[in-house]
């Protein structure tokens, strides 16, 4: 017989998706308008104590629009980290900056301290701009991604970013639900901006779509009109800008509102996961389950395994074969052929760490005897 195939994080739709796709279909509003959408929003706005929340067609996008409503312009230069899916990276170009590539920390987010170190040292403030020494070019953001549901830690990043007029833009994309302990604020809504991306991989789905959130109206009025066309006059389609059609529909703001609803009980599920990971894979002595921080509440997104170097891609191999889903970490963004001759910043620790991570069957549905078959086959790997 052959063995089930484990996949890597699947959704799972078994609330009220079915229902609230019928009434959608039924009430003939499937475009990018309809209750569902604004229920969604709500929603969000209300699980993530956030101002305002807006949806749109993607993560990829909502990073985009982000950025251009943060005031990034043509030639200017935006601070990001090389370990990351490469969404926020195209997101920079898209809007014709240029990335500044940054090292992570243990938790694989941006480091904080080597960011703080990079401005002090490598930039001037001068004119309400934060200058680049080498370039000469204006740094107007950075993006933080909270990777994997890891919050970043930017206690101190804020008020220098602020002192710096350098706007935040927090890619949540891998990470709702994951709130800070000491403040109790949700990834996303502690800089300028915060995204969220709903994907077929990510924690909860919409199909496809993003959220965009925002803590003053003019910034949410701003969003809604560019990613809707830049209608100044729907009646007569006047457009005094160049817009986008970056708006999402009911249908999947149906799908994104019934997973919501089940958001308390798939983080508790993860965390169920994470913890029998760690607990069985961390008594041998080559394998290691990264932890997640302590000063954050997880989403336990998805569980990265650390082993030698020397056998990452022989245990990728195993796994593969035994029908285990499992993959290596993104290709470091600095190295990306687009990318490679852009400036980066002391990138040591990234480095170590794409060569010794693996990432792990994590869906919160995940059988037990699955979860055991994982375990139990990376502990019968020969090192
Ligand atoms: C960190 C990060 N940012 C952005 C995105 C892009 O989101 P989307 O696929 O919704 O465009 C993803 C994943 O897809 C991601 O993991």
């Known amino acids: 017989m052959t063995k089930n195939y484990i996949p890597l994080h699947e959704p799972k739709f078994n609330g009220n998706e079915v229902k609230y796709l019928k009434e959608c279909i039924r009430s003939s509003w499937v475009s990018t308008n309809g209750l569902f959408i604004k229920k969604f929003e709500k929603h969000i706005e209300k699980y993530t104590k956030s101002k305002y929340a807006i949806f749109c067609i993607n ?15 043509s030639g200017d230069e935006v601070i990001v980290p090389t370990i990351t899916f490469i969404a926020p990276i195209n997101a920079i170009s898209y809007n014709h900056a240029k990335p500044i590539f940054m090292d992570c920390d243990e938790y694989y987010n941006i480091d904080e301290e080597k960011t703080i170190e990079f401005i002090n040292k490598e930039t001037i403030y001068k004119n309400g701009f934060t200058i680049n020494k080498k370039t000469k070019k204006i740094i107007r953001a950075i993006i933080v991604v909270h990777t994997f549901g ?43 901006f915060g995204v969220i991306s709903f994907n077929g991989n990510k924690i909860i789905t919409s199909g496809a779509g993003g959220m965009i959130l925002v803590k003053n109206k003019k910034n949410y009025d701003r969003i809604k009109y560019l990613i809707y ?23 999947n703001a149906a799908l994104g509102l019934a997973q919501l609803e089940n958001i308390e009980k798939i983080i508790s599920a993860k965390e169920k996961i994470h913890d029998t990971y760690k607990k069985n894979l961390n008594l041998t002595s080559n394998l290691k389950l990264v932890d997640v921080p302590e000063y954050s509440k997880n989403n336990y997104w998805l569980n990265i395994l650390k082993v030698n170097r020397k056998y990452k891609k022989k245990l990728l191999h195993f796994l593969n074969k035994e029908r285990i889903l499992a993959r290596p970490v993104w290709q470091l963004n600095h190295l990306q052929v687009k990318y490679k001759n852009c400036q980066t910043y002391n990138i040591q620790k990234a480095v170590y760490l794409h060569k010794s991570s693996i990432c792990l069957p994590s869906s919160y549905h995940l059988r037990k005897e699955d979860l055991f078959r994982v375990i139990k086959t990376l502990t019968n790997f020969k090192f």
Do not use: M
């Not at 993560?59 to 312009?73: D, R």
């Not at 890891?150 to 709702?176: G, M, T, Y």
């Not at 066309?229 to 249908?251: C, M, R, S, V």
């Open 229 to 251: 066309q830049a209608k100044n006059d729907a009646l007569n389609f006047i457009h005094n800008e160049i817009g986008y059609n970056f708006a999402q529909t009911n249908l």
């Open 150 to 192: 890891n919050a970043v830690n930017l206690n101190q990043l804020v008020p220098l970013c602020k002192k710096r007029n350098i706007k935040i833009i927090e890619d949540a994309s891998e990470a709702l639900g994951t709130h800070y302990i000491k403040n109790e604020k949700y990834a996303g809504t502690v800089g300028d």
């Open 59 to 73: 993560g990829t996008h909502a990073l985009q629009i982000s950025l251009l409503v943060a005031g990034v312009k």
